[in-house]
């Protein structure tokens, strides 16, 4: 969900930035990093932790604690809440240690 | 090998004044910043700052920034890298650098430090389900993004970075439940309570999160009341439906590859965890590599601000560079430092400050 | 009260209202509790009103004869600590800074609101403003029953 309107913001409008989470074809906006796209879109689960399979999200939003890891374009272990967003990514959630193909 | 003067890692305000009253003194000065913006933690920032006027009292955190950014328009000796991550220092002053994914060394004759801090985190039944979040976290997503955190919030930590947050949770119509606090008062500004109390937003003191509730998603808390012993009362259990729950339970200073070049550090209680012993210079056990700002003790950004410009002084002088205004321009910087710390809200930063000296010495004898 | 929860005791707010017959002109009232290291309010009164002096940490003092109340202060501090209170008659009217949306318009009837944050009375908005200086804090007058005097600091609007 988005914030329509602000008392001290201003939220202009952007590009709209088509990705695919899952398998499916998503949308963001340009400016968005893939952790804020995702959760605009109610995405929540980011990944599952490798032993017990635990849904995780993201903490700290500025890339400090590595909670937000996902696979992006094949490539595990990024980032995603300091990644920007750009057109075409395909994101995934990661199960396990990172394994790069 | 690129070769400069000065290299501060981390463009927030701390690095910002830093490079500024380096500038001034006519070296080279590079800023390596890992986000893609520059001004830290400023740029989440919407409520008018304290402070007085040489901290920009009264100007919402955003505009101080670009306030920071634009003083330091004039100077040609500038170079500012967004969106590159330091990798490595290295004890001949190398500092290594991803810089668009390209591996780049730099040297310099000093070094500031300028990292900030990052979000401690509350060790509670289920705490890494999703849904629960750092409070820069909450911040980042409505500030920066325009992205609605959640439907309802609670908010763990009555700080001032919790009590901030919940207004601008409020502010960007999300309903905030409560605010929990462990301690028996309230940890921040009472003016900041105020505000919120009168929004309906009710403060429970004596009170922490044992439990978070949800399979997949947080869907409740589970909140105990705490004894004069932080110890649970039993019988006080209460459950909560929310969605959100927002962590807000301190920073601790972020420097980590100070461990690389040897650094001491010192766990200091009262500045937020290990920080690198520093002399009054902002001088750590390295003797070209400086430290200022949240990096080097949790305090607030006006204190980041005013320690910023002088490292950057205290650098010229490292570096034998003539500053125009070094005398009196330390003095005032230092005075106003020692004014802001002044007050009963400064009494636990001027504790740890004392404990950081004897480190210091104790480091060096 | 206040370090438990926020709400400041009925002996602080008195303590910062003036006898009720000086507010027959708009006093402002500073309900600054604590010794923070601020103070815009006393940089930005045109009167020279408001003493800090040379350590920010000081509480603010009101130079009441010097006061108009104009309300800069009210969209100046940082903390929103201030209000303009005035006795007319039969009410007290207010100048109180609100961030927030949506925002009132001249001649609603608003939810009066007191510290703790409960509903208390009807508040008639009788003024709004918002300016560049004031950076996003609006200034909206505002008359309650006078008997709320001293129990009234906002207001919320009636739509949820």
Not at chain 2, 153 to 180: C, E, P, R, T
Request: charged share 20%.
């Amino acid at each position: 969900m988005r914030i329509d309107k602000h008392p001290i913001l201003e939220f202009p409008k952007r590009h709209v930035i088509f990705f695919m989470f899952e398998g499916k074809e998503v949308s963001g906006f340009e400016g968005d990093t893939i952790a804020s796209a995702l959760h605009a879109l109610d995405v929540k689960i980011f990944s599952y932790s490798t032993i017990n399979h635990r849904p995780r999200g993201f903490y700290c939003a500025i890339g400090n604690c590595a909670s937000c890891k996902m696979i992006v374009d094949g490539m595990p272990n990024v980032k995603t809440c300091i990644t920007p967003l750009i057109s075409g990514m395909v994101v995934e959630r990661q199960t396990n240690k990172g394994v790069i193909k | 090998m690129i070769e400069k003067d000065l290299i501060i890692i981390g463009g927030g305000p701390s690095g910002l004044c830093a490079a500024k009253t380096a500038l001034e003194a006519g070296i080279s000065v590079l800023i390596i910043e890992r986000n893609e913006h520059f001004g830290g933690q400023l740029v989440k920032q919407t409520h008018k700052f304290f402070g007085s006027k040489e901290q920009y009292a009264k100007t919402r955190g955003y505009d101080i920034a670009q306030k920071l950014l634009s003083d330091l328009s004039d100077f040609s000796n500038l170079t500012m890298l967004k969106g590159a991550t330091v990798v490595g220092l290295y004890s001949d002053n190398v500092v290594t650098a991803l810089v668009e994914n390209k591996y780049i060394r730099y040297h310099a004759n000093a070094i500031i430090v300028a990292t900030g801090a990052s979000e401690k985190f509350l060790a509670f039944e289920n705490n890494d389900l999703p849904g629960i979040y750092g409070a820069g976290a909450i911040q980042t997503l409505m500030n920066l993004y325009g992205v609605l955190p959640g439907n309802q919030v609670v908010m763990v930590g009555s700080g001032n970075i919790g009590l901030i947050v919940s207004y601008q949770l409020l502010q960007a119509g999300v309903k905030v439940k409560a605010i929990i606090e462990a301690s028996t008062k309230i940890g921040g500004y009472k003016v900041h309570a105020s505000k919120i109390a009168r929004l309906g937003v009710p403060i429970l003191t004596s009170t922490t999160v044992k439990k978070a509730i949800g399979e997949t998603e947080l869907k409740a808390i589970e909140i105990v009341s705490l004894d004069e012993n932080w110890k649970e009362i039993q019988g006080t259990s209460k459950v909560i439906e929310v969605d959100t729950l927002c962590i807000s339970v301190g920073l601790t200073p972020m420097h980590q590859f100070l461990s690389m070049v040897g650094a001491q550090t010192k766990y200091v209680q009262e500045l937020g965890g290990f920080v690198p012993v520093v002399n009054e210079h902002h001088q750590t056990s390295v003797n070209s590599i400086f430290v200022c700002g949240d990096a080097v003790g949790i305090e607030e950004a006006s204190s980041a601000m005013m320690e910023g410009y002088l490292t950057g002084l205290y650098v010229t002088e490292f570096l034998n560079v003539k500053h125009p205004g070094y005398l009196k321009e330390t003095a005032y910087y230092e005075k106003q430092l020692s004014m802001l710390r002044d007050g009963p809200f400064g009494t636990k930063t001027r504790v740890g400050l004392e404990k950081l000296k004897e480190g210091y010495l104790h480091a060096k004898s | 009260m206040l370090n438990r929860n926020g709400v400041p005791s009925n002996e602080q707010v008195l303590s910062r209202f003036p006898k009720s017959n000086i507010l027959v002109r708009p006093k402002a009232i500073l309900e600054c509790y604590e010794d923070i290291p601020c103070n815009p309010c006393e940089t930005s009164c045109p009167f020279g009103a408001i003493i800090i002096g040379p350590n920010i940490n000081t509480q603010p003092k009101l130079d009441i004869q010097a006061c108009t109340g104009c309300g800069i202060c009210v969209t100046s501090c940082p903390g929103l600590a201030i209000i303009v209170a005035q006795i007319k008659g039969h009410e007290a009217l207010f100048k109180i800074p609100y961030e927030l949306l949506p925002y009132p318009n001249k001649g609603d009837i608003w939810h009066g609101i007191n510290r703790k944050g409960d509903v208390i009375c009807d508040a008639k908005i009788e003024q709004t403003s918002l300016n560049k200086k004031q950076d996003h804090t609006m200034l909206v007058t505002v008359s309650v029953p006078v008997i709320h005097l001293h129990e009234f600091v906002t207001i919320r609007s009636k739509h949820e």
